[in-house]
């Protein structure tokens, strides 16, 4: 299948094989919101009188945690080329106490659609941006005639009088020779200096910190015109030096202000929020301890995924057609727990399997990010090929299921750890083995984890 149309383009079935290519099981949860982002598409096609009535079918996903409830949420936003954060709800306090509050989420947002639309419109001129750094070290060792004075110039008006050439036309050919050396990269260690522009960063990141950004002012533009960027020197490559000044000249071609609007349209359209731990606002209230009031929080969430407007730095957002993921265990409450407004924003509700021993294989073997892999292209990279038999990946298979079984219940997150502890020694002494080609076998294995394992205590912290 071709990723052209991922967009938004895909259909259901399509959705759920990509969304196959990185997550095991969970085919309830896929489905849905695999059926959630065709929607999207579906609303684009629909007339404008009705296209505003329709709202998304937000989904609320129930299951412990490591089963892929992330990852779901994390891989459709990128397959659909949406903004996309995850917020940990219990990050939040009601309106009136001292945290962050819920319209943060949509700022954040925005700010991550910015990025996005911005890396786009980059790539679009990356072409014409080269052009014009590589122009621009060409000016720098090889001044033109505007640049007479110019010892080197001076030289070569005396030297291009001994013939009849032109000397506008020496200048010309030097410099294009130059211009296809510098393009073809054969003068790329070569050193320069040039010219950079410092950015006010730092002074930037001072007035976002304090929270003045929240109330819709944009210090960045402000500030900017007040203290315009100051040029700085530095000794570079002339690799270096390309990368740089292409990053400028890209800056000087696309419109900030395009940006902005494109990134705000794209938050509206097809922004995608995924609501962590929901189940830890869920509960009845607290009467002692530093918690703030659940409920409040709960209400203060709800205007948001309603649909409302809020105000940001770039202009104002609407969040009526904007997809809530919300996930949590439930463990110690229901979603029954949540105030009925906040239920009913949530008609979806999928519930996620835990992991067998099978899972636990599969997530070994079959992503195109499994950790097997990951690791071996990690080792690879000392010149070493580790190789693991299906015997040996069905035992950290049974470990991971027994120790989550017997100790606290992480999901998928365990093989990480029994992996890295697995691997330990060996990564350790890499780079010094002369051995190209190693098994990791059954008893190799049993040999670095077995005494872990047997001790109950110690694999808590361990494993």
Do not use: C, W
Request: net charge negative.
């Amino acid at each position: 299948m071709s990723l052209t149309k991922v967009n938004n383009q895909l259909t259901p079935k399509e959705i759920v094989a990509e969304l196959d290519k990185y997550i095991i099981g969970q085919s309830k949860a896929k489905k849905s919101v695999a059926i959630a982002l065709r929607n999207r598409y579906r609303r684009k096609l629909v007339k404008d009188e009705m296209k505003d009535e329709i709202i998304p079918k937000n989904i609320l996903m129930i299951g412990p945690t490591g089963v892929g409830k992330t990852e779901i949420a994390r891989r459709l936003a990128k397959i659909a080329r949406s903004p996309f954060i995850k917020i940990e709800v219990t990050k939040f306090t009601e309106v009136g106490y001292v945290g962050r509050d819920v319209e943060s989420m949509i700022r954040d947002l925005t700010e991550s659609a910015i990025r996005m639309v911005r890396e786009d419109k980059m790539e679009a001129v990356e072409i014409e941006a080269e052009k014009q750094a590589i122009q621009r070290i060409v000016d720098h060792m090889l001044p033109g005639k505007s640049k007479n004075k110019d010892d080197y110039y001076s030289n070569l008006v005396d030297d291009v009088k001994k013939t009849n050439e032109n000397v506008d036309d020496r200048v010309a050919a030097r410099r294009k020779r130059m211009y296809d050396r510098i393009k073809e990269g054969k003068l790329d260690d070569q050193k320069i200096e040039i010219e950079v522009e410092e950015n006010n960063t730092q002074m930037m990141e001072v007035f976002s910190g304090s929270g003045v950004e929240e109330m819709g002012i944009n210090f960045q533009d402000m500030l900017g015109n007040i203290f315009p960027n100051k040029k700085q020197k530095k000794k570079v490559t002339i690799a270096q030096a390309k990368e740089m000044l292409k990053d400028e000249e890209a800056q000087k071609l696309i419109d900030m202000d395009q940006v902005k609007a494109e990134a705000i349209e794209k938050v509206e359209e097809d922004g995608i929020i995924f609501l962590d731990e929901i189940d830890k606002i869920a509960g009845r209230e607290s009467n002692s301890g530093p918690e703030v009031s659940r409920q409040g929080v709960q209400r203060d969430i709800l205007p948001i995924v309603e649909g409302s407007t809020v105000s940001t730095k770039h202009g104002s957002v609407k969040t009526d057609h904007i997809l809530f993921i919300a996930a949590g265990a439930f463990h110690v409450s229901s979603p029954a727990d949540l105030i009925p407004e906040l239920q009913g924003r949530f008609p979806l509700r999928v519930n996620l399997d835990s992991l067998s021993r099978e899972n636990f294989k599969d997530i070994l073997l079959l992503p195109q990010n499994s950790l097997v892999k990951q690791y071996k292209a990690l080792l690879e990279t000392e010149g070493i090929t580790i190789e693991f038999t299906e015997s040996a990946v069905e035992e950290i298979s049974g470990f991971a299921y027994d120790i989550n079984e017997e100790t606290e219940n992480i999901g998928a997150r365990r093989l990480h750890t029994i992996m890295e502890k697995l691997l330990e020694d060996l990564s350790f002494e890499a780079p010094g083995m002369d051995q190209e080609k190693i098994e990791i076998n059954v008893e190799y294995v049993n040999d670095k984890l077995k005494d872990v394992v047997a001790n109950k205590d110690l694999s808590k912290y361990i494993l």
